[in-house]
C-alpha cells in the first residue's frame, strides 16, 4: 500500500514513542526529533508506510546511538504473554474450535505494538479474546489451504505477540504434517521480533530465518535470497501484522493470508473494516 497524508503523523509519533525508551535530556530529545522529521525530506509518493517508518527510525538511532531502545522492554513483553498463555489455553480447550482460537490469539497479539498501541497485558487481553470475533473471516479458507500444505512460511510482527504466534504453530503441527519456518527481522527496529527474541520465547534456531527486512514490516524488495526461496517453495504464507500487510498487501497469491489488527484510518479504508477490528484475510 502507498502511504498517505497521514502517515507522517504516525511516523512523527512512533520517534517520539521511541524516546521514552532513552534517557536524554529534554533539549537532546528535542534534536532527536529535529533531525527524525527533518529525515522525511527523503520521503517520496508512492513509498509505503514503513518505508516511512525507516526513515525516522534510523535517525532516531543515529541521533541516541542506541540500536535497539526497546530491549528490556520487548522482554518484559513477552513475559508478559508468556505469563497469560494458561489462560488462553484454557479458553481455547473449552471453545468449539481450539484451533480457531489460538488462531485469533496470534491476531488479537498484534494489539501488543509500540509502534502504535499503549501497551497492556492483563485481563483486559483475556476479555478481548472471548469476544472479539472476526471482522474479515477466511478461516476456512485458510484451513482448507493448510490441509493440502507441507511448508509453512508465517513471517512474524512484534515481540509479545510471538509468544501467541508460537502457540498457535504448536497447535497447527499437532493437527497437521506440516514443517514451519519463522522469519524475523534482520534489525532491531520498534519492538519487532528479531532472531534474538524469537529464540528467547522458544523457537528453534533451525525454525527460523532472517527476511532481510530492517523496516517495521517486510517487502520482497527486502528480502534476501534464502527468504524469497523459501517464499517459492512454501504451500502457505502467513503475514502477521499491520507492518506486513503494508508491505504485501498488493501481492496477489493464493498462499498468502493476513492475520492482523487494523489499527489505522488508512488500512481500515483499504479492508472496509473499523479501527480496531481483527481480520484473518486470504490474499486478493
Not at 41 to 48: I, Q, S, T, V, W
Request: hydrophobic fraction near 40%.
Amino acid at each position: 500500500m502507498k502511504a498517505t497524508k497521514e502517515c507522517f503523523a504516525c511516523v512523527i509519533a512512533q520517534a517520539e514513542r521511541n524516546l521514552e525508551e532513552w534517557d536524554g535530556d529534554d533539549s537532546q530529545k528535542f534534536e532527536v526529533m529535529r533531525y527524525a522529521s527533518k529525515s522525511l525530506e527523503n520521503a517520496k509518493y508512492g513509498m509505503k508506510p514503513i518505508e516511512l517508518s525507516k526513515f525516522v527510525n534510523d535517525a532516531v538511532k543515529i541521533k541516541t546511538g542506541v540500536d535497539d531502545l526497546y530491549r528490556s522492554r520487548k522482554k518484559m513483553l513477552n513475559q508478559k504473554a508468556t505469563m497469560i498463555l494458561k489462560e488462553i489455553e484454557e479458553f481455547a480447550f473449552e471453545s468449539e474450535d481450539p484451533l480457531k482460537s489460538f488462531a485469533i490469539s496470534s491476531i488479537l497479539g498484534n494489539h501488543l505494538d509500540f509502534g502504535v498501541n499503549n501497551v497492556k497485558i492483563d485481563e483486559e487481553f483475556i476479555n478481548l479474546l472471548k469476544t472479539k470475533t472476526l471482522s474479515i473471516d477466511d478461516y476456512n479458507f485458510f484451513i482448507k489451504r493448510l490441509k493440502g500444505s507441507k511448508l509453512v512460511l508465517y513471517i512474524l510482527d512484534n515481540t509479545g505477540e510471538m509468544v501467541f504466534d508460537k502457540r498457535f504453530t504448536e497447535e497447527i503441527k499437532k493437527r497437521f504434517n506440516v514443517r514451519i519456518i519463522a522469519a524475523v527481522r534482520s534489525a532491531p527496529i520498534i519492538n519487532d521480533a528479531t532472531l534474538e527474541d524469537a529464540i528467547e520465547v522458544g523457537f528453534k534456531k533451525e525454525e527460523i530465518i532472517e527476511s532481510g527486512s530492517k523496516m517495521a514490516g517486510m517487502t520482497l524488495d527486502t528480502a534476501t535470497d534464502e527468504f524469497l526461496d523459501l517464499w517459492k517453495r512454501s504451500d502457505l504464507i502467513i503475514s502477521k501484522g499491520q507492518g506486513n500487510f503494508e508491505g504485501l498487501d498488493e501481492i496477489r497469491d493464493e498462499r498468502l493470508f493476513f492475520f492482523l489488527e487494523s489499527k489505522c484510518p488508512v488500512i481500515s479504508k483499504i479492508l472496509g473494516v473499523q479501527m480496531g477490528d481483527i481480520v484473518l484475510k486470504k490474499s486478493k
